[in-house]
């Protein structure tokens, strides 16, 4: 799955990290349709998110999320997120509101640009700054209307901007959160 975290770990090792934020059908990635885009010498990012979105919109399940992540943008993205999170935070009240992108209950990953919609709240300014920086992180992304869940089936999709994060998560299953690097970097 495409989480911040895990992308964060893997900032130093990779330069683009491309994966699902949501589980992905048994079909898996469809390598048949999209290796020619892997394999180039220059991968053609865009054309590997619309080649998974046509081969996901046309398949019997039609449930797909993917995207590509920019992993030498984020440390300029936790520099970000450390001034937002000094200034702002979520009641608990607020996570309801936060676009799933799981079928766990409670809910363990969120997408992480609803989470910091949520988190700025009426800051229009701070906002934009967030916005256009994870335009840079995640240049390409594409999706179906749903996302398929094995504990939920389908469920819509509202709110994308490509990657998770589990900051909000009241489940036991993300407890070791804040011991992460993305969250020591961010805090």
Not at 39 to 57: G, H, M, R
Not at 97 to 109: K, L, N, T, W
Request: include cysteine; aromatic fraction near 14%; hydrophobic fraction near 35%.
């Amino acid at each position: 799955m495409s989480s911040l975290e895990a992308a964060y770990d893997l900032r130093h090792v990779t330069r683009h990290l491309i994966a699902c934020p949501t589980e992905i059908m048994v079909y898996g990635m469809p390598y048949s349709h999209i290796g020619e885009y892997l394999l180039a010498e220059n991968p053609d990012y865009s054309a590997i998110c619309q080649t998974f979105y046509q081969f996901y919109s046309s398949y019997t399940y039609p449930y797909g999320t993917i995207a590509v992540t920019d992993c030498s943008r984020l440390d300029e993205l936790a520099l970000l997120m450390k001034d937002i999170h000094s200034r702002y935070s979520l009641d608990d009240s607020q996570t309801a509101s936060i676009q799933r992108m799981d079928g766990y209950s409670p809910v363990i990953f969120y997408d992480f640009g609803d989470y910091v919609r949520a988190l700025c709240g009426n800051d229009a300014e701070q906002l934009t700054q967030f916005e256009t920086l994870l335009e840079q992180v995640v240049p390409y992304k594409a999706h179906t209307e749903k996302y398929f869940t094995a504990a939920r089936g389908p469920l819509p999709i509202e709110h994308y901007s490509g990657i998770t994060t589990s900051a909000p998560s009241t489940n036991s299953l993300a407890s070791s959160y804040s011991q992460t690097s993305w969250y020591l970097a961010t805090h």
